[in-house]
């Protein structure tokens, strides 16, 4: 089970922290990755983190603001967003897989958790 937590209500410029925590399974096997998805778009892509941290991918419309992260003591990964900006409004899922390849593709991960609220005001 995968649960997200940390969206909110933010102005453009601020900073919010979004925390997937994970019960159930060995979390340090898993990979991670976060999409999203605005109203009326698809769900994309936007960071993933491997199942030892070592190796991050990230949408290019996030890279140098936003950043993943994983505590595989605490069961739990990271999104930290900075700079945010109107655009960025969405749900923000967070996901797992024991896949190590395909990280940028929804389909490859198995479990999902039920999002958490991002808005951003201009």
């Known amino acids: 089970q995968l649960v997200e937590s940390g969206g909110g209500l933010v102005q453009a410029g601020g900073s919010l922290r979004l925390s997937c925590a994970a019960s159930?399974?060995?979390?340090?096997?898993?990979?991670v990755g976060w999409f999203r998805q605005a109203p009326g778009k698809d769900r994309e892509f936007v960071a993933a983190?491997?199942?030892?941290?070592?190796?991050?991918y990230y949408a290019d419309f996030v890279k140098g603001r936003f950043t993943i992260s994983r505590d595989n003591a605490k069961n739990t990964a990271y999104l930290q967003m900075n700079s945010l900006k109107p655009e960025d409004t969405a749900v923000y899922y967070c996901?797992?897989?024991?896949?190590?390849?395909?990280?940028?593709?929804?389909?490859?991960?198995?479990?999902w958790g039920q999002g958490t609220q991002v808005t951003v005001s201009s």
């Open positions: 159930g399974r060995p979390f340090s096997s898993y990979a």
């Open positions: 983190i491997s199942w030892s941290g070592g190796t991050t």
């Open positions: 996901a797992a897989t024991l896949y190590i390849d395909y990280l940028k593709n929804s389909n490859t991960y198995d479990y």
